[in-house]
């Protein structure tokens, strides 16, 4: 079984600063591509930015210069730092991997999700 779980959400003032971490754990045998997406209320889920295993980044051109994402390997972790927040970043932010499991199969995960809210 394989389990993502984020931390580091919060409450924050627009022009504030998060870092959101996401480890993955279980039974793996190698992460891929990982990433970051965020659901809105009464807004559908949007893709925030991605990496791949290799550390080649894409982002949503609304946090492009704001936010930054890296990752451990090793740790299978991944990190999003988000500076200069505003209030439009706020929403349940998910952590995503794609992976290949114990098993040897090929799987996509997400985590629950951890709040981001900015207000003054």
């Known amino acids: 079984q394989v389990q993502l779980v984020e931390s580091g959400g919060g409450l924050v003032q627009p022009g504030g600063s998060l870092r959101l971490s996401c480890a993955a754990s279980?039974?793996?045998?190698?992460?891929?591509?990982m990433g970051w997406y965020r659901q809105a209320p009464g807004k559908e889920r949007e893709l925030v930015t991605t990496?791949?295993?290799?550390?080649?980044?894409n982002y949503a051109d609304s946090v492009k210069g704001r936010f930054t994402i890296s990752r451990d390997n090793a740790k299978n972790l991944v990190y999003l730092q988000m500076n200069s927040l505003k209030p439009e970043d706020t929403a349940v932010y998910y952590c995503?991997?794609?992976?290949?499991?114990?098993?040897?199969?090929?799987?996509?995960?997400w985590g629950r999700g951890t709040q981001v809210t900015v207000s003054s």
């Open positions: 995503n991997a794609k992976l290949i499991a114990g098993t040897m199969s090929a799987y996509e995960y």
């Open positions: 279980g039974s793996i045998y190698r992460v891929n591509d």
């Open positions: 990496i791949t295993r290799g550390g080649d980044t």
